[in-house]
């Protein structure tokens, strides 16, 4: 994340102020409009709280923090609600949308789309924002209780498609290497190999804090698109995709695979691997959501 617009005190004489008359006069080249949208979007913290009242008077003293608003990425795609049951949706989510509000607002967030869509957005399974794919969300307190129990015992099945560059040595390989001093285990399997790059299908047993992206750049093949790897092969996005999750919730039986979008296969294509002998077959045996 990067630093804050602003993070200081209220001086004396801003006391009573409105908040957002207070961010224009505070914040170099911000309108009082520009700050009533920060406001609005939620990249405004007073005393450490996210606040959403323009009208809001300030008192001389609190903490205002302000960040640079994170808006909608334009033209891309939008979410789309592949799968909807009993208290769960299952979200596809594009690459470049945050799941729930961070310190830059939650304007272009999956949680933020649901509410406006009028579902209501309990949230339990979580991809990064750079990650694209199949997102399990509760629309009950109830189902998200439900969710975190499945998700605890590792009874959610997670499925991802990765590019990576450098390919691999290794075909098949179960990488079981802890991540901050916990038990991490990751399966993954070479579907397809171009001039230096392949494609893999990779398996969840575990569900640590960037778990994929971390066990395959310590295996010397990192995601391509990977801005946290300085060692990842340059690509448009990050080459990761989430494409099916399968679990059984209040007894209802949930398999849904999401194909990668034209995005993810531009980008595989640029690495040689959208004519690669297997790729092609994984691709199109993803089943789009009925």
Not at 53 to 73: E, N
Request: hydrophobic share 50%; glycine share 8%; proline share 7%.
């Amino acid at each position: 994340m990067s630093l804050p617009l602003i993070d200081i005190l209220i001086p004396a004489e801003l006391a009573g102020e409105r908040l957002d008359r207070a961010i224009a006069h505070l914040v170099p080249r911000v309108s009082r409009m520009e700050a009533r949208r920060m406001i609005a979007g939620g990249s405004v913290f007073v005393d450490q709280r996210r606040t959403r009242i323009a009208s809001r008077p300030l008192r001389a003293g609190q903490r205002l923090v302000c960040h640079r608003l994170v808006a909608a990425p334009a033209g891309g795609p939008a979410p789309r609600v592949v799968y909807r049951g009993d208290g769960v949706l299952v979200v596809d989510k594009p690459a470049g949308v945050a799941v729930e509000a961070t310190r830059a607002g939650d304007a272009a967030t999956v949680a933020r789309w649901l509410a406006d869509a009028g579902d209501p957005a309990f949230i339990t399974h979580r991809l990064d924002a750079s990650v694209s794919g199949a997102l399990v969300v509760a629309t009950t307190a109830a189902a998200q209780s439900a969710l975190n129990r499945l998700f605890a015992v590792h009874a959610v099945e997670r499925r991802y498609l990765a590019a990576v560059a450098p390919a691999p040595a290794w075909d098949e390989k179960t990488i079981d290497r802890p991540l901050d001093g916990q038990p991490a285990r990751t399966r993954a399997r070479v579907v397809a190999r171009a001039a230096g790059a392949a494609l893999l299908e990779i398996a969840l047993d575990t569900g640590r804090f960037r778990q994929i992206r971390r066990h395959l750049a310590a295996e010397g093949a990192p995601v391509a698109g990977d801005r946290d790897q300085p060692n990842a092969a340059p690509a448009a996005r990050t080459l990761l995709h989430a494409y099916e999750v399968v679990f059984t919730l209040a007894g209802q039986a949930v398999d849904v695979q999401v194909p990668p979008g034209d995005d993810f296969r531009a980008a595989t294509d640029a690495l040689g691997l959208g004519q690669a002998a297997g790729s092609e077959n994984l691709f199109s045996s993803v089943r789009a959501p009925a």
